[in-house]
């Protein structure tokens, strides 16, 4: 049974920082992608940033220079340094084995 679990969630102000950590389980050392998505109420959910084994990364245009992925993804861990938060960062995040297997999600709410 494969999971994804994330942790690092949480209430911040603007301009503030949040790390956001994601762990995989199971047989899935196949799938060579991970990445973070959100999902904001109202809004369908949207990439913020994958990472591949092969070190290829891709960011969403709305938190290149302010968001940095990192992880091991034959250690199935990935995760999300999420600095100069804004409130329209404020979603539900996402961990993603290849957009197929999902986490649960954590909160990110951005608000003074």
């Known amino acids: 049974q494969v999971q994804l679990v994330e942790s690092g969630g949480g209430l911040v102000q603007p301009g503030g920082s949040l790390r956001l950590s994601c762990a995989a389980s199971g047989s899935i050392f196949s799938l060579n992608r991970m990445g973070w998505y959100r999902q904001a109420p109202g809004k369908e959910r949207e990439l913020v940033a994958t990472i591949t084994s092969g070190g290829s990364i891709n960011y969403a245009d709305s938190v290149k220079g302010r968001f940095t992925i990192s992880g091991d993804i034959a250690k199935n861990t990935v995760y999300l340094q999420m600095n100069s938060l804004k409130p329209e960062d404020t979603a539900v995040y996402y961990c993603?084995?290849?957009?197929?297997?999902w986490g649960q999600g954590t909160q990110v709410t951005v608000s003074s």
């Open positions: 993603s084995k290849a957009g197929i297997f």
